[in-house]
């Protein structure tokens, strides 16, 4: 099983609408989360970080589920510039500053 | 401008010639990373550093080595490049966040071709 698992997409998503990505995670001691972006052949940049009460910043919410062990991001009303590769991001163990990346979720936002 | 700077941002280069991917911060972090990325496979970290003269290996070292010799520099060195290790390189850098991970900033990439 890996690490962190996504599903690949893509994800092809109407202007506006409102689009899930959930990730799993195989390290029940991982304490560090968080989302990523990158475009197409840039690197990544932090999106957001995830906490345990879960999280919002403008459009976007990320949440964590410990017992589950996964981790959602949430994009409301969706525009053409959310059109990236969003990778889910966890450190390796408690006391570890190791990250683990997920192969990413590919999203298009469609005009 | 706080950021991370690869050089050089394309190479293309023949089996077995010696090659340097530089890395360098300006934000005085003690942890940096350096990680390939090949499709279907996400980011995987080559070695990465705590601090100035610590250094050790990620989950693919095998090809490469590393230095730091200053707390703002982290080269990359291949010895001996082979058409396996064609891929974009990432280098990172973090804050030492006292056994929690921190926010990484990387370098733009360098996409590196070996023929």
């Known amino acids: 099983r890996k690490e962190v698992e996504q599903d690949p997409g893509p994800f092809n998503v109407p202007e506006g609408a409102t689009v899930a990505f959930n990730c799993t995670y195989s390290?029940?001691?991982?304490?560090?989360f968080f989302w990523y972006r990158q475009d197409c052949r840039k690197e990544p940049k932090l999106l957001m970080s995830?906490?345990?009460s879960g999280n919002e910043d403008g459009r976007f919410t990320a949440q964590l589920n410990r017992a589950s062990q996964y981790i959602s991001l949430l994009i409301r009303d969706s525009k053409l510039s959310d059109s990236a590769t969003y990778l889910c991001?966890?450190?390796?163990?408690?006391?570890?500053?190791?990250?683990?990346f997920g192969t990413g979720t590919r999203l298009t936002i469609i005009p | 401008e706080a950021q991370v700077t690869q050089n050089p941002r394309y190479l293309i280069t023949v089996t077995g010639k010696k090659l340097t991917v530089t890395c360098s911060q300006n934000?005085?972090?003690?942890?940096m990373s350096w990680y390939r990325q090949d499709p279907g496979l996400g980011l995987r970290q080559i070695y990465y550093?705590?601090?100035?003269?610590?250094?050790d290996k990620g989950d693919v070292p095998e090809g490469y080595k590393v230095s730091r010799k200053e707390k703002r520099n982290f080269p990359l060195i291949l010895e001996s490049p082979s058409p396996n290790q064609t891929s974009l390189y990432f280098c990172?850098?973090?804050?030492?966040?006292?056994?929690?991970?921190?926010?990484?900033?990387f370098g733009q990439g360098t996409r590196l071709t070996v023929v």
């Open positions: 990172a850098s973090s804050l030492s966040g006292w056994g929690r991970a921190a926010e990484a900033f």
């Open positions: 390290n029940s001691a991982s304490q560090s």
């Open positions: 995830v906490y345990s």
């Open positions: 991001v966890v450190n390796r163990g408690f006391g570890n500053e190791k990250l683990t």
């Open positions: 934000m005085n972090h003690e942890y």
């Open positions: 550093s705590m601090n100035v003269e610590v250094t």
